[in-house]
Antibody, heavy 124, light 107 residues
Framework: QVQLQESGPGLVKPSQTLSLTCTVSGGSISSGGYYWSWIRQHPGKGLEWIGY???????YYNPSLKSRVTISVDTSKNQFSLKLSSVTAADTAVYYC????????????????WGQGTLVTVSS | AIRMTQSPSSFSASTGDRVTITCRAS??????LAWYQQKPGKAPKLLIY???TLQSGVPSRFSGSGSGTDFTLTISCLQSEDFATYYCQQYYSYPRTFGQGTKLEIK
């Protein structure tokens, strides 16, 4: 059973870069068959999809964040990572990683499973 | 981006009740819709995809329907563990977008 676990600093200063890693266990990112996504949830609010990466390194980002987001993959460690630059208080959120199944190379669209989430607070 | 609007935003019900949550898309999304359940401090859990297909392991009291722009999630007989927040999500196009959530509380 695949499990995802987010890790990274819980506090980031304004204007700096938020960096998180998602470690996948119980399955190999390199096997293909899935996109690997980041999703965030502002405190007490709804969910916002950030972007995905395929094991090959191809990515797609939410246009609302595209200028500040980089998602990368390290297949040797079975991990993928999120970098969000120039953060402000508006980037304070719980960040989740999640798996998106594919049919061929086409996303099936839903997310399952999710990591437990990690709260990142942007504050000086 | 496609906007997803859920109604109501919150409501109260009792165990044993039949409840329905509505999700409306700002444009047609065929049946490319998923529903999630989220409990406090936990990650969302996939309940339904393709508007009406129950994810493996999800109790049969959950059901989904709809296509185009209007969708519903129905819980046929509320159990205590069903009190949570529910989200719809469209995957017709990018960026993937979610509804604002419906919080189901105990009456």
């Amino acid at each position: 059973q695949v499990q995802l676990q987010e890790s990274g600093p819980g506090l980031v200063k304004p204007s700096q870069t938020l960096s998180l890693t998602c470690t996948v266990s119980g399955g190999s990112i390199s096997s293909g068959g899935y996109y690997w996504s980041w999703i965030r949830q502002h405190p007490g609010k709804g969910l916002e999809w950030i972007g995905y990466i395929y094991y090959s390194g191809s990515t797609y980002y939410n246009p609302s964040l595209k200028s500040r987001v980089t998602i990368s993959v390290d297949t040797s460690k079975n991990q993928f990572s999120l970098k969000l630059s120039s953060v402000t208080a508006a980037d304070t959120a719980v960040y989740y990683c999640a798996r998106d199944p594919l049919t061929g190379t086409t996303s099936r669209g839903w997310f399952d499973p999710w990591g437990q989430g990690t709260l990142v607070t942007v504050s000086s | 981006a496609i906007r997803m609007t859920q109604s109501p935003s919150s409501f109260s019900a009792s165990t044993g009740d039949r409840v329905t949550i509505t999700c409306r898309a700002s444009q047609g999304i065929s049946s490319y819709l998923a529903w999630y359940q989220q409990k406090p401090g936990k990650a969302p859990k996939l309940l339904i995809y393709a508007a009406s297909t129950l994810q493996s392991g999800v109790p049969s009291r959950f059901s989904g329907s709809g296509s185009g722009t209007d969708f519903t999630l129905t819980i046929s007989c509320l159990q205590s563990e069903d009190f949570a927040t529910y989200y719809c999500q469209q995957y017709y196009s990018y960026p993937r977008t979610f509804g604002q959530g419906t919080k189901l509380e105990i009456k």
